[in-house]
């Protein structure tokens, strides 16, 4: 068990729009999940910690009007990267810990690429 | 915050040979240290961790071990094989984070040559 998946696995839009990303957790309730940002050959940098029911807390530096997110169950967390620009393309991974551990455990991730 | 240093960024080794990378925490109160394996474009892997009331733990060809005195943590494979190639990250979760977070160093390019 502890299968995490995201949603889409890439995508590309315009820049001015807005992308959704999705994170689930298929067979275990997460209570908290968490969202980086990983740049080309570079290490996964913390956005945001996301726990059920509560708002996100977000790391310095990381604009919280910029990146919304929200997470509704223990199962869905999301992130939607508003009015996008290229500055903003990059590979996108969510994690997620069980309600009574600490490991955590990744998604596939999320290329988005803003042009 | 916690600071992760990690060492070295690249690595090669002749396969069969034993690799080794290093990491140093800087907050004490950190109590457990993951190392995540993570092929190009694909999502990271948890392939071992240590908690801190632990010194040293081993899963077949990969071990950890933690001296909390100097604050460092090594990742040690043996027997390497050519699919072990990846970056390879370590991680440290600070205690008492109700959070959770866990913070990486910049990761090490292992390339294990057959």
């Known amino acids: 068990g502890a299968v995490v998946s995201q949603h889409p696995s890439w995508v590309i839009c315009k820049s001015g729009t807005s992308v959704k990303i999705e994170c689930r957790s298929l067979d275990f309730q997460a209570t908290t999940m968490f969202w980086y940002r990983q740049f080309p050959k570079q290490s996964l940098m913390l956005m945001a910690t996301s726990n059920e029911g509560s708002k996100a807390t977000y790391e310095q530096g990381v604009e919280k009007d910029k990146f919304l997110i929200n997470h509704a169950s223990l199962t869905l967390s999301t992130l939607t990267v508003t009015s996008a620009h290229p500055e903003d393309s990059s590979f996108y991974i969510c994690s997620a810990t069980r309600t009574s551990g600490q490991k955590q455990y990744f998604g596939p991730g999320t290329r988005l690429t803003v042009t | 915050g916690e600071n992760v240093e990690q060492h070295p960024s690249t690595l090669s080794v002749q396969e069969g040979d034993s690799a080794v990378i290093k990491c140093t925490y800087s907050d004490s109160a950190s109590n457990y240290f993951p190392w995540y394996k993570q092929e190009l474009g694909k999502r990271p892997q948890l392939i071992i961790d240590i908690r801190s009331n632990v010194g040293e733990k081993k899963d077949q060809r990969i071990a950890v071990t933690l001296n909390k005195t100097a604050k460092h943590f090594s990742l040690h494979i043996t027997e390497t094989q050519p699919e072990d190639s990846a970056v390879y990250f370590c991680?440290?979760?600070?205690?008492?984070?109700?959070?959770?977070?866990?913070?990486f160093g910049r990761g090490t390019q292992l390339t294990v040559w057959p």
């Open positions: 991680a440290a979760r600070e205690r008492g984070s109700t959070l959770g977070r866990l913070y």
